[in-house]
């Protein structure tokens, strides 16, 4: 093991589980030889597992439908890690902490904190050395591009928005599962007044306060360890995965605490008219306003002003990677919704919109639409070809839809600007474009989109100037 890279030691899974690290499409069935991973570069890295379901055939890995579950950690450099399946809570424990009990989150962090080495004695490094398996180094670039923004400065700004999303546990890791939703309701008051006052009022569903998406009710089930019987009048017989779902604080630590918002209120507090009619349409105020609250507690508010966006642009890494590692249908409704917020902010690209006589002329700043740009065209990358081709719905034609707004809301900033002669944002607005057209060729070749081939009104602008500058210019004619 070298001592640049970490070590993830896992113990107790059992005979054809299935592994799949950093999100990546390839997975491994282990078998009892299989020890862990070795040469982990130093930073993020997530692994993902099911269980392989007793069954009469053959087939090998987890069933159709089986539990995946999921454990993303912070690694530091040299780092080595061990871990044990706890059977009863069917999760990653420390190992050797004994019986099962229940897990303690907290949704805060200091990453400057030092954390509990783990000691591992020469002896013992040699005898698993062979039984480990090396991080492939095809996952490396894909996976270090889909968390750019996590990784930034140590992950200093990552550590704390996973913590405040799944919750870190004592020993620095973070867990949840394909079955993971959000909270019913504000864990406090203070949360549930600062939505009111964000014009997300929210509404009342069963009982419960819900802002965003409608959740299922939470649903009862056991797991039993291997070779148990199942005897409903002995509870004592069986092992149960989760807490009472009307437990509010264990709920509360399995739960994903994804910044909440509606996009069908997406205007500012105590609008009427035309301003409700304008901000639905365009969602610039409600992505501030999201980005706004996904940096409170995290952002301090003296380096705000130079860290608005870095906040959302972590929690849009980690909706996506909580989505294809774990499989988790919550988390790919957000990703969805945030992907939404950023394609329709149209004046906070400095584009025109319906509602507007003239050109914007408003100082814009077309970072975080560049960033986000990049970190999807990274996340869309981890997809499978064949992705979309498996969906039920309508997914791929409401991303494209989302995706042409944003077409279109570029050639409307680039055609403003082009028209009120302001060259201040220039190197913003050539990265701008260079960055949609590499989402664009990357998914004209992984789907066969074809987002398009010239910006329209990047076009007519290209053309004027070739007009005004060549043969077609205008002459000046003395009468």
């Not at 906070?348 to 006589?357: R, Y």
Request: negative net charge; glycine residues 8%; charged residues 25%.
């Amino acid at each position: 093991m070298s001592s640049a890279t970490a070590t993830l030691l896992l113990k107790g899974l059992p005979g054809r589980t299935q592994l799949a690290l950093d999100a990546q499409q390839d997975a491994y069935l282990n078998n009892e030889q299989f020890t862990g991973i070795k040469n982990l570069p130093a930073g993020w890295h997530c692994v993902s597992w099911s269980i392989a379901t007793t069954s009469s055939d053959d087939t090998p890995g987890p069933s159709t439908g089986a539990v995946r579950n999921l454990l993303l950690r912070y690694f530091d450099e040299g780092e080595v890690v061990a871990r044990e399946l706890d059977r009863g809570q069917q999760r990653l424990a420390v190992s050797g902490s004994g019986r099962s009990t229940r897990r303690r989150v907290s949704r805060t962090i200091d990453p400057s904190a030092s954390r509990v080495a783990t000691i591992v004695t020469p002896d013992v490094r040699g005898s698993v050395e062979e039984r480990l398996l090396p991080y492939p180094t095809t996952a490396g670039d894909s996976w270090r591009a889909a968390t750019r923004h996590l990784s930034e400065h140590g992950g200093h700004v990552g550590r704390q928005v996973v913590a405040k999303v799944l919750g870190v546990d004592s020993e620095g890791d973070s867990i949840t599962d394909s079955l993971a939703a959000g909270p019913a309701q504000a864990a406090d008051g203070k949360e549930e007044t600062v939505l009111q006052q964000s014009g997300n009022s929210g509404r009342r569903e069963h009982g419960k306060v819900v802002w965003g998406k409608s959740r299922p009710e939470a649903e009862r089930f056991e797991v039993l360890a291997d070779g148990d019987e199942t005897d409903e009048g002995d509870p004592a017989q069986t092992s149960k995965k989760r807490s009472n779902p009307d437990s509010t604080e264990d709920a509360d630590d399995e739960a994903l605490h994804f910044t909440p918002f509606d996009l069908r209120r997406s205007w500012p507090p105590h609008s009427t008219g035309s301003d409700i009619t304008r901000w639905s349409q365009d969602k610039s105020w409600l992505l501030r306003d999201v980005a706004r609250r996904s940096s409170t507690g995290i952002i301090p508010p003296s380096l705000e002003a130079n860290n608005e966006w870095s906040a959302l642009l972590c929690e849009l890494e980690l909706t996506f990677i909580i989505f294809i590692a774990a499989g988790n249908g919550y988390a790919w409704q957000q990703w969805f919704d945030l992907v939404a917020v950023f394609c329709r902010s149209s004046s906070l690209m400095g584009a025109q919109s319906a509602f507007e006589l003239h050109p914007s002329t408003t100082p814009t700043d077309l970072t975080p639409h560049i960033a986000f740009m990049s970190t999807l065209r990274a996340q869309l990358v981890l997809l499978p070809i064949d992705f979309w081709s498996t969906q039920e719905g309508k997914e791929e034609q409401t991303l494209l839809a989302h995706l042409d707004a944003l077409r279109v809301n570029i050639a409307r900033s680039l055609s403003a600007a082009a028209s009120t002669g302001t060259t201040k944002e220039e190197e913003q607005r050539q990265a701008l474009v260079q960055t949609w057209r590499a989402l664009s060729h990357t998914t004209a070749t992984a789907f066969g989109w074809q987002l398009d081939h010239q910006l329209d009104e990047e076009a007519e602008v290209h053309a004027d100037l070739e007009a005004d500058e060549g043969e077609g210019a205008p002459v000046i004619v003395d009468l």
